[in-house]
């Protein structure tokens, strides 16, 4: 049984504590920081994990053998890469890296060292998204796709008075594309694969996008994925067919169900069963390949994050939205 260390006390993480005794590690450990400890040791002890630490360099000498890295995004690269150096399998919170230059990095260190390497993309091990995979094929050559994930952020209005967290802060590689619009672009390249070109046009305010939308010309369709922190609107995805459409009415990373309504009139519900948290479903796949060394499907998902680091990095760089890692 494998051994988890955890990087972060976020929500992110909250979330995941609300299942971590399902994924039946044999040890499971979180970072903190000193100023945190009793937050730290209060998750400690709520969750039944096996202990803390306040120096990573600690945690990485014990013996956790994967390291999940869910810190803001401008520290991803160098905690994964101090993680790979020291022999650990590593699961990066998403967006995997600030940007494509720092992913191809970690990808060539953990083939170097044989260790896995993730982006927790939870859409990929979605039964819901798996299926309707193969079910694009029942509506026919694709026309127009349209994916919509527009969440109005809790820290918007302090980024309107000034206070800049994180999410919003170039400096940190924060903004729309990267944190929510993601998930979108996942989706079209797990479905679709690699557009021929593609440019995003965004809300840009302090040099970070609050919102936007990344065009993808697929040369015998388009799509588009619209993210959105500054404003809210329901999230209805739409793929249209030749033969059909496909309805989402959550964003596609909650996706439990979705609608397929076809030009004769039919009309079909397809319902999942997935009662588990949505990131309950990508961490027992990191388990399960982990444990049955599953290289070829490992490889496959790291091709998908590669491709979506590269898409949003050329696309953000040229509306002129730039981070610290993009001048290194």
């Not at 956790?64 to 150096?85: K, Q, S, T, W």
Request: negative net charge; aromatic residues 10%.
């Amino acid at each position: 049984m494998l051994k988890l260390g955890i990087l972060g006390s976020g929500m992110i993480v909250r979330e995941l504590m609300g299942f971590i005794q399902k994924l039946h590690f044999e040890k499971v450990y979180i970072l903190g920081r000193e100023r945190s400890k009793e937050r730290t040791e209060q998750m400690v002890r709520e969750h039944h994990l096996t202990g803390s630490f306040y120096d990573y360099e600690k945690l990485l000498s014990s013996d956790a053998d994967v390291i999940y890295v869910a810190l803001p995004n401008f520290l991803h690269y160098e905690f994964a890469e101090r993680a790979l150096e020291c022999g650990k399998h590593v699961i990066l919170e998403k967006p995997a890296a600030s940007n494509t230059e720092e992913l191809q990095r970690l990808v060539q260190l953990a083939e170097k060292q044989k260790r896995m390497l993730f982006e927790a993309m939870n859409i990929h091990a979605l039964p819901s998204y798996r299926a309707l995979k193969e079910d694009l094929a029942g509506i026919g050559r694709p026309r127009l796709v349209c994916l919509n994930f527009s969440q109005y952020s809790s820290r918007y209005d302090a980024f309107l008075q000034g206070d800049v967290h994180p999410v919003f802060e170039p400096e940190k590689a924060g903004g729309a594309l990267m944190d929510i619009n993601v998930y979108n672009v996942h989706a079209l390249l797990g479905l679709f694969g690699v557009p021929k070109d593609a440019s995003y046009h965004a809300n840009v305010d302090r040099g970070i996008d609050t919102s936007g939308m990344l065009f993808c010309n697929y040369e015998t369709f388009q799509a588009v994925g619209i993210g959105a922190k500054d404003c809210k609107a329901p999230s209805l995805s739409t793929i249209q067919g030749e033969r059909g459409t496909i309805l989402i009415e959550k964003p596609v990373n909650q996706m439990t169900e979705y609608r397929i309504q076809y030009v004769d009139g039919r009309e079909e519900l397809r319902r999942f069963g997935q009662t588990e948290h949505r990131m309950y479903y990508e961490f027992m796949e990191f388990i399960r390949m982990i444990e049955k060394g599953d290289w070829e499907t490992h490889q496959k998902l790291l091709e998908l994050s590669c491709a979506a680091a590269k898409l949003m990095t050329e696309t953000r760089q040229k509306e002129g939205i730039w981070f610290p890692a993009d001048r290194q």
